[in-house]
């Protein structure tokens, strides 16, 4: 009985440590190292820490596909968002990165700030259906 | 809990604690990356975009057909 607990218990510790930082880390805060671009450093911790929670979120959605059904069909089609629109805004902004990189105008950088803004979204998408198949076991 | 909410929380916990080195990294990360670098994070994402669990699901449809 206790263990049932305990199980329950396991994702939520963890996604609260997964959860806390990166609401914390993705704003920009983290420190830049001298003659770094902040610009393309927050660029690509952006990319990769996104991918990493929705790649947890649509492999986790995919694994548990017809009991996430049960609880919410919000949840799939959520993941479907991820699969198409988080792949391709992944795809852009690490495009939009390495147009910076090579010419590191205002417009560049202008592109890369409205990729960054698009992932975070999706991001935060990918987290908060996390956060609701967690919640429910 | 029945035993399919188990594993599936078994499930998440385990796909959390994967994750969790290689965001602690990305957030640490305080220099661009190299050429090296950014080339095999985008080989990376194109071989994770090319697995099964990137591809959309057919979500079942609601009956068109009333009864």
Request: charged share 20%.
């Amino acid at each position: 009985m206790k263990c049932k607990y305990l199980i329950a218990l396991l994702p939520m510790l963890l996604f609260s440590s997964l959860a806390i930082p990166i609401s914390i880390g993705l704003t920009g805060c983290a420190s830049v190292e001298e003659g770094a671009d902040s610009v393309v450093v927050n660029a690509e911790r952006v990319a990769q820490a996104s991918f990493e929670i929705m790649d947890a979120f649509v492999l986790y959605e995919h694994n548990n596909r017809e009991m996430l059904r049960r609880i919410s069909p919000e949840i799939e089609k959520a993941a479907n968002s991820v699969r198409t629109d988080g792949r391709k805004a992944i795809e852009q902004l690490r495009s939009a990165t390495a147009a910076y990189k090579n010419n590191r105008s205002a417009e560049n950088k202008a592109t890369v700030d409205t990729w960054i803004k698009t992932v975070e979204h999706l991001k935060s998408i990918a987290l908060q259906h996390l956060t609701a198949a967690q919640r429910k076991p | 809990m029945t035993g399919v909410e188990i594993i599936a929380a078994v499930d998440l916990a385990l796909a959390l604690l994967g994750r969790l080195n290689n965001i602690r990294t990305a957030l640490k990360q305080s220099g661009e990356l190299t050429p090296e670098q950014d080339a095999a994070l985008d080989a990376r994402f194109q071989i994770a975009f090319g697995e099964a669990h990137w591809q959309p699901s057919n979500p079942p449809q609601a009956s068109i057909v009333s009864s």
